[in-house]
């Protein structure tokens, strides 16, 4: 097909006259990328989490199929990493996009951790405290790199062949190509996990070979992200995608100035919640604001008077004391039942205030979440290696040293 040419005769592409992309040379290298790999591969799949790469990379592909300017592949999955604890514009856009996928007969499977590894459920039910960035940095890989892990050996085995692996990385966004992003949250404008394909993909077990991985808009730059997002993708002719409401919630006209990084609402890893404080600066998504409490609650939540302690008394079966005798540990019921509680306020506060403006209301936490959680506290569970009649750890106690000496309490 000639440059420029309409195709099917009516719908214009992104390479026709006033309408070419301004970043048309971006686009070009994406295309190039796809037809030099895509053939090689009859079954792709789609990584996206939401964000505003991921999300231009999809709209983009599916439109450049629609358009004829790339071969479908035989099969396309696109598999969406729902943490359940997304910010909700960004959790709001997906599910406008999965229904356009849906309406094109795109396979779109939603990726969740199961019910007792949800990040709320992990806390408030097992009594797991909330990730920091020193000890207990639990949480991307039990809700974004497992559950995508296990959809994708599902899917292989489903299929005969290998897959190619889209991913909506990009070489501008931090060092990608370095592995120890992989697990961390995201810097410089990156997203928590975005390296999640690089450690899941050549280490999983049974898949190995069978995945190859494409980035094809590894060289695009942040502000051709933006007019992809806010510009074309909303157009019919590219589309119709929902994806505006994506780079709003980045900060719209000042997105490519501030750090634009996204991860889980109130996530405690990150030292401020700038994706969440720009969202409720915008006046529509101002209803928002209590999100604001979770950050501070996860904080309290790691506090002494909340969780049990090791004595250090406790011996292994040799005899040697634990390498950390008197470490802190799981959240008392008590400290369940009050963090269960504040998340549900939030929930209602932010609900009310939705339906009293006909705004879109969240889901923080369903009525499965919440009934669980509050099985799992009446079962007195605790995680592996406690049993619960530990003391708190704010209780004043001698200090036991690793080699079992004891230094006891000055009173
Ligand atoms: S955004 Fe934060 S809370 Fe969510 S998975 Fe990443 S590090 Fe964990």
Not at 44 to 50: C, Q, R, T, V
Not at 56 to 76: E, N, Y
Not at 193 to 217: C, E, F, H
Request: charged share 25%; hydrophobic share 40%.
């Amino acid at each position: 097909m000639a440059e420029g040419e309409p195709v099917n005769g009516k719908q214009p592409t992104l390479f026709e006259g006033t309408k070419r992309l301004v970043y048309d040379e971006a686009i070009d290298l994406t295309l190039q990328s796809l037809q030099a790999y895509g053939p090689d591969h009859d079954h792709w799949g789609i990584a996206w989490s939401g964000g505003k790469d991921s999300s231009a990379t999809l709209t983009l592909i599916v439109h450049l199929i629609d358009v004829g300017r790339i071969a479908p592949p035989k099969t396309l999955t696109v598999f969406y990493a729902d943490t359940r604890q997304e910010l909700p514009p960004l959790a709001i856009a997906a599910a406008r996009i999965m229904e356009q996928l849906s309406e094109r007969g795109i396979r779109c499977e939603v990726v969740r951790a199961p019910l007792d590894k949800r990040f709320l459920v992990y806390i408030l039910g097992r009594g797991v405290p909330p990730p920091n960035n020193n000890t207990l940095r639990w949480c991307t890989r039990q809700i974004k790199i497992d559950p995508m892990s296990e959809a994708l050996e599902a899917r292989l085995d489903e299929l005969a062949g290998n897959i190619l692996m889209i991913t909506g990385v990009r070489q501008g966004e931090s060092a990608i190509r370095d592995q120890r992003i992989a697990m961390s949250c995201g810097k410089d404008g990156a997203e928590c996990g975005q390296g999640w394909y690089q450690q899941v993909l050549p280490n999983s077990k049974g898949v190995r070979g069978r995945i190859a991985t494409l980035a094809p808009l590894l060289h695009w730059r942040v502000c051709n992200i933006w007019d992809w997002l806010r510009i074309y993708a909303p157009m019919r002719e590219y589309g119709g995608w929902a994806t505006a409401a994506i780079a709003d919630a980045y900060g719209g006209d000042e997105a490519s100035e501030v750090n634009a990084r996204t991860g889980c609402a109130g996530c405690p890893l990150a030292s401020k919640d700038l994706a969440l404080d720009t969202i409720v600066a915008t006046p529509a998504w101002a209803y928002l604001a209590p999100l604001k409490g979770l950050k501070p609650l996860y904080r309290e939540l790691r506090l002494p008077k909340h969780r049990l302690k090791k004595t250090g008394l406790e011996f292994r079966k040799d005899g040697t004391a634990a390498a950390n005798p008197q470490r802190m540990g799981p959240l008392t019921f008590e400290a369940r039942l009050m963090g269960l509680d504040r998340v549900l306020s939030i929930q209602s506060q932010i609900n009310d205030a939705a339906r009293a403006i006909g705004r879109p209301e969240i889901d923080l936490l369903n009525a499965e979440e919440e009934a669980r959680i509050r099985e799992l506290i009446a079962a007195k569970t605790w995680p592996q290696g406690w049993e619960g009649d530990e003391p708190t750890a704010d209780t004043p106690m001698g200090l036991v040293f690793r080699d079992g000496s004891v230094q006891p309490l000055l009173v």
